[in-house]
């Protein structure tokens, strides 16, 4: 099979998990040991990031049904590496009633690719994306 619809693939796993709530899913995308830069968060690394990520998830999905839409601008492979970069838009919808919530990320991970031919994420990294405008003279460059 193809490594780029292999980690296609990992993707709409991903975002399944998200749709049904199911962190064990979710969790299968990650490395065992992996770096979790999410925006907002501590970084953390190693087998530390999946047992914190684990326990986000969880209180999240029990305090929200949540609704992922992934949108991939690029997967690049380079042997067992791998990386790609989109937005992840996610809905979350309070479980005790209340307005759903929608935010838009940017993101980018890379991917090793595990001794039995698995795909993870072993790096993940996102921040909160910005409506696209274009430069104008009175925008400060930084």
């Known amino acids: 099979m ?3 619809y292999e ?3 990992a993707k709409a796993r991903l975002r399944e998990a998200y749709n049904a709530g199911d962190v064990d899913l979710l969790l299968t995308a990650f490395a ?6 999410s925006f ?6 190693g087998a530390d990031a999946k047992s914190v990520f684990r326990m986000r998830m969880t209180n999240l999905f029990e305090q929200h049904q949540a609704t992922l839409i992934v949108t991939i601008i690029a997967i690049r492979v380079f042997a067992n590496a ?4 989109g937005w ?4 979350l919808t309070p ?3 209340g307005e759903s919530t929608t935010t838009r990320k940017r993101y980018f991970e890379t991917w090793q690719k595990s001794s039995s031919g698995e795909w993870k994420i072993n790096l993940y990294i996102d921040n909160v994306d910005v409506a696209p405008m274009m430069p104008d003279a009175a925008m400060p460059i930084q």
């Open 40 to 45: 907002g968060k501590p970084s953390f690394f």
């Open 88 to 91: 992840h838009s996610l809905t």
């Open 2 to 4: 193809n490594d780029v």
């Open 32 to 37: 065992d040991e992996f770096t979790d830069m």
């Open 95 to 97: 479980r005790e009633g």
């Open 7 to 9: 980690i296609n693939v």
């Open 82 to 85: 791998a990386f790609d970069y």
